[in-house]
């Protein structure tokens, strides 16, 4: 089982609805995990993290994590198309908090049409 | 120029020739990173350093080797290079080990012939 899954896609959405990417991760002692925003021959950018079971908003992004489940979810509301891009999830190496490595998920493509 | 840079951002390179990629960060970030992202594969990390003189290997260490004399630069060299170290290569850095994540470089497009 790999340490961080992600659902493959490509995920497909029209504008202004909301994109919901997910993934899951297999050492229940990962404390911390981190989405990427990935554009096409571009370098990953954060644009989120997340500790705590629940919820975390930043303007149309939320983060979602279930520990109890290893789930963590990512919700992009108001899609537009310029978030279409590959999303990676991340989550420490060897469970823990983030103290240096990272394993990511293989990505999931997102494009948002007009 | 403030930030993470790498050099050069695409090279071609014969099997069997040995090819320094350069990572070079302006915040004295005690952590560095370099990754590699192959289709199929997504990022895998090579090694890490969590401070100058300090390295460990990642996933995938075999045929590379890095340095890090000094806190801003983390080369990452391949000794002799191999069709399959094809690949698109990042380095990243961080100042607290990650746990805000990291920042990544734009990234070297390696293509060994």
């Known amino acids: 089982q790999k340490e961080v899954e992600q659902n493959s896609g490509p995920l497909s959405v029209p504008e202004g609805a909301i994109a919901s990417l997910n993934c899951t991760y297999s050492d229940r002692g990962s404390q911390s995990f981190f989405w990427y925003r990935q554009y096409s021959g571009k370098s990953p950018e954060l644009i989120m993290f997340i500790y705590s079971n629940g919820d975390k908003e930043d303007g149309r992004f939320t983060a979602q994590l279930n520990k109890a489940s290893q789930y963590v979810s990512l919700l992009i509301r108001d899609s537009q198309p310029s978030d279409s891009a590959t999303y990676l999830c991340?989550?420490?190496?060897?469970?823990?908090?983030?103290?240096?490595?990272?394993?990511f998920g293989q990505g999931t493509i997102l494009t948002v049409h007009p | 120029d403030a930030g993470i840079t790498q050099s050069p951002r695409y090279k071609i390179t014969e099997t069997g020739r040995q090819v320094t990629l350069m990572c070079h960060q302006t915040?004295?970030?005690?952590?560095m990173f370099w990754y590699r992202q192959d289709l199929g594969h997504g990022l895998r990390l090579i090694y890490y350093s969590a401070a100058a003189d300090i390295t460990d290997k990642g996933e995938v260490p075999d045929g590379y080797v890095v340095s890090r004399s000094k806190t801003e630069n983390f080369p990452l060299t391949l000794e002799s290079a191999t069709r399959s170290q094809t690949s698109v290569y990042f380095c990243a850095s961080s100042d607290d080990g990650g746990g805000y994540g990291y920042t990544f470089g734009s990234g070297t497009r390696l293509t060994v012939v």
């Open positions: 915040w004295s970030h005690s952590y």
């Open positions: 991340a989550a420490p190496r060897g469970g823990g908090t983030s103290y240096g490595k990272l394993t």
